[in-house]
T-cell receptor, first 114, second 111 residues
Framework: AQSVTQLGSHVSVSEGALVLLRCNYS??????LFWYVQYPNQGLQLLLK??????LVKGINGFEAEFKKSETSFHLTKPSAHMSDAAEYFC????????????FGTGTSLTVIP | DAGVIQSPRHEVTEMGQEVTLRCKPI?????LFWYRQTMMRGLELLIY????????DSGMPEDRFSAKMPNASFSTLKIQPSEPRDSAVYFC?????????FGQGTRLTVV
């Protein structure tokens, strides 16, 4: 079975501080992994994705994530938080052999403190 | 492309009424998903279609909910009769080559 666990439903960081949002996955086949961001009253927007190749992937707005197979993790980071980063972040996994179903985590709400 | 288009953006209805939510996926995408988002339960997959065929509807909460995809460019999610506990934001998403694109959602309020 496939699943995603996001540790910490709420994360607060100071403006300029490191952002670290945690995601662990479970998958019976090599996974494809995603981070989505949701701003208030909007739909989910893709931040970045890992399919194959380089395990460190860079996304929009300065975010990046590293696929670590040994740790079954795909944590999202950003070196310096900006006020505009305040949003809900979702980690998701899909199966590399079908890609027909996306499994989302429960989300992490990021607050940036000025 | 205009992205995934959902209508209406907001819907307020009385308990017992029928509600129909609409979705136009991105042209060329072969999978379509309906999700429901609430504070209590987060993002839940209700049903997904592949090439217009329903593949997994195990997330549909009960018989009051039904979804159709008559062609590659249109899908509906119907709730009949609606209940206050159906109040949520409903998202439609379409995907192609392992990437899902979401619509802006329909905020449903059942009073």
């Amino acid at each position: 079975a496939q699943s995603v666990t996001q540790l910490g439903s709420h994360v607060s960081v100071s403006e300029g501080a490191l952002v670290l949002l945690r995601c662990n996955y479970s998958s019976s086949v090599p996974p494809y992994l995603f981070w989505y961001v949701q701003y208030p009253n909007q739909g989910l927007q893709l931040l970045l994705k890992y399919t194959t190749g380089a395990t460190l992937v860079k996304g929009i707005n300065g975010f990046e994530a590293e696929f670590k197979k040994s740790e079954t993790s795909f944590h999202l980071t950003k070196p310096s938080a900006h006020m505009s980063d305040a949003a809900e972040y979702f980690c998701a996994v899909t199966l590399s052999n079908t890609g027909n179903q996306f499994y989302f985590g429960t989300g992490t709400s990021l607050t940036v403190i000025p | 492309d205009a992205g995934v288009i959902q209508s209406p953006r907001h819907e307020v209805t009385e308990m017992g009424q029928e509600v129909t939510l609409r979705c136009k996926p991105i042209s060329g995408h072969n999978s379509l998903f309906w999700y429901r988002q609430t504070m209590m339960r987060g993002l839940e997959l209700l049903i997904y279609f592949n090439n217009n065929v329903p593949i997994d509807d195990s997330g549909m909460p009960e018989d009051r909910f039904s979804a159709k995809m008559p062609n590659a460019s249109f899908s509906t999610l119907k709730i009949q009769p609606s209940e206050p506990r159906d109040s949520a934001v409903y998202f439609c998403a379409s995907s192609f080559q392992f990437e899902a694109f979401f619509g802006q959602g329909t905020r449903l309020t059942v009073v």
